[in-house]
């Protein structure tokens, strides 16, 4: 990786969306929440306003609990669904197994992830079937409680309705909850062409960790619940964990905005668009090759070891060499232009040379 990451010009930061800024909506209802005085903790317009509009795009009464970073909100979520002797079956290549630094374990006061693989980093329902019920009421042995699915996947895949659906069905069928890490939602959601309630609850997500921050807001995300059994104990949970913010106004003024006018499905539209302009250039540029089409913003290509030399020389910022040799990962942004991705590839055709 770049040592340079702090001065890396916009266009050439591929690291992860979350080196974007803010879209410029989101900025300008941030300092017009600076004004005036509104009472705190949530209690405000700018969260009224918030909770109804995601009421509106699910198409049913939802809780909402704004957080202020997707592993707040996965943990939580995970807390109300399992105790501390459960497990939480989710895809080994999930960012709650390898990129939260064990929070869905602290969160639920020491419950047990357990991976269940599956091609594209999606979890195998035959493989499910197994896990759900595995060691079930045997008291040496932690319980199946829960079904966490990634929604894009950390590789970029996302899940059909269909296979939403399956897996849930499993998970229901053994008496397990299912959750949703949502960071990528809305990029999920342009590829499917769904609306999000045919993506949750119609396919039977029971929590949502919706997330916001990777896709122009700037420190929100937040914890949407389809069962109003688990408001109370989020509610609580959310407090304990010194998430309900008494200047609540800011987050969910960011969120707000973000919901405001279709911003964040054209944002994702963006980004993922982009990585499509990438990965259509790419497979044109002899010596390199795509591990998959991406479906979301994430791409994943092999690259020659003076390509990814020569651009990390010139500028640009990415992960390399992190999976295997040879192996890039480019993340694209709502920020991103047609522009930034034709001078990108035009660097890896010049150095391809």
């Given at each position: 990786?770049?040592?340079?990451?702090?001065t890396t010009?916009?266009?050439?930061?591929?690291?992860?969306?979350?080196?974007?800024?803010?879209?410029?909506?989101?900025?300008?209802?941030?300092?017009?929440?600076?004004?005036?005085?509104?009472?705190?903790?949530?209690?405000?317009?700018?969260?009224?306003?918030?909770?109804?509009?995601?009421?509106?795009?699910?198409?049913?009464?939802?809780?909402?609990?704004?957080?202020?970073?997707?592993?707040?909100?996965?943990?939580?979520?995970?807390?109300?669904?399992?105790?501390?002797?459960?497990?939480?079956?989710?895809?080994?290549?999930?960012?709650?197994?390898?990129?939260?630094?064990?929070?869905?374990?602290?969160?639920?006061?020491?419950?047990?992830?357990?991976?269940v693989?599956?091609?594209?980093?999606?979890?195998?329902?035959?493989?499910?079937?197994?896990?759900?019920?595995?060691?079930?009421?045997?008291?040496?042995?932690?319980?199946?409680?829960?079904?966490?699915?990634?929604?894009?996947t950390?590789?970029?895949?996302?899940?059909t309705?269909?296979?939403?659906?399956?897996?849930?069905a499993?998970?229901?069928?053994?008496?397990?909850?299912?959750?949703?890490?949502?960071?990528?939602?809305?990029?999920?959601?342009?590829?499917?062409?769904?609306?999000?309630?045919?993506?949750?609850?119609?396919?039977?997500?029971?929590?949502?960790s919706?997330?916001a921050?990777?896709?122009?807001?700037?420190?929100?995300?937040?914890?949407v619940s389809?069962?109003?059994?688990?408001?109370?104990?989020?509610?609580f949970?959310?407090?304990?964990?010194?998430?309900?913010?008494?200047?609540?106004?800011?987050?969910?003024?960011?969120i707000?905005?973000?919901?405001?006018?279709?911003?964040?499905?054209?944002?994702?539209?963006?980004?993922?668009?982009?990585?499509?302009?990438?990965?259509?250039?790419?497979?044109?540029?002899?010596?390199?090759?795509?591990?998959?089409t991406?479906?979301?913003?994430?791409?994943?290509?092999?690259?020659?070891?003076?390509?990814a030399?020569?651009?990390?020389?010139?500028?640009?910022?990415?992960?390399h060499?992190?999976?295997?040799?040879?192996?890039?990962?480019?993340?694209?942004?709502?920020s991103?232009?047609?522009?930034?991705?034709?001078?990108?590839?035009?660097?890896?055709?010049?150095?391809?040379?």
């Open positions: 990786m770049s040592t340079t990451l702090a010009p916009s266009g050439r930061a591929f690291i992860s969306d979350n080196m974007a800024g803010a879209s410029p909506q989101i900025a300008r209802a941030v300092s017009d929440a600076a004004a005036g005085q509104v009472l705190p903790y949530g209690n405000d317009p700018f969260t009224d306003r918030a909770r109804r509009k995601l009421g509106e795009i699910f198409e049913r009464d939802v809780d909402v609990f704004p957080v202020s970073t997707g592993s707040a909100a996965n943990g939580l979520s995970l807390a109300a669904l399992t105790p501390p002797w459960g497990s939480v079956l989710s895809h080994p290549d999930s960012h709650i197994n390898h990129d939260e630094c064990g929070a869905p374990e602290f969160f639920t006061n020491g419950a047990k992830l357990v991976g693989p599956g091609p594209d980093s999606k979890i195998d329902p035959a493989m499910l079937e197994v896990a759900v019920r595995r060691r079930a009421g045997d008291v040496h042995s932690v319980q199946p409680s829960a079904v966490s699915l990634s929604q894009a950390e590789s970029g895949s996302v899940y309705l269909d296979e939403i659906r399956r897996l849930s499993i998970a229901k069928d053994a008496g397990l909850r299912v959750h949703m890490d949502g960071a990528r939602f809305a990029n999920a959601l342009d590829h499917l062409g769904a609306t999000p309630a045919e993506m949750t609850w119609k396919v039977g997500v029971d929590v949502l919706f997330g921050t990777k896709n122009g807001a700037m420190t929100a995300d937040a914890i389809f069962d109003p059994a688990l408001a109370t104990e989020l509610a949970r959310a407090k304990r964990a010194g998430q309900l913010t008494s200047k609540m106004r800011f987050h969910t003024a960011q707000d905005a973000y919901l405001t006018d279709g911003l964040w499905l054209r944002n994702a539209r963006q980004a993922n668009a982009m990585a499509t302009r990438l990965g259509d250039g790419l497979k044109a540029i002899p010596g390199t090759g795509l591990l998959a991406p479906q979301s913003n994430i791409l994943f290509c092999r690259l020659p070891q003076q390509v030399e020569g651009l990390l020389a010139e500028g640009y910022a990415f992960y060499d992190r999976w295997e040799a040879g192996i890039v990962r480019f993340v694209t942004a709502f991103h232009s047609t522009d930034d991705i034709d001078q990108l590839l035009d660097a890896v055709r010049r150095h391809s040379h």
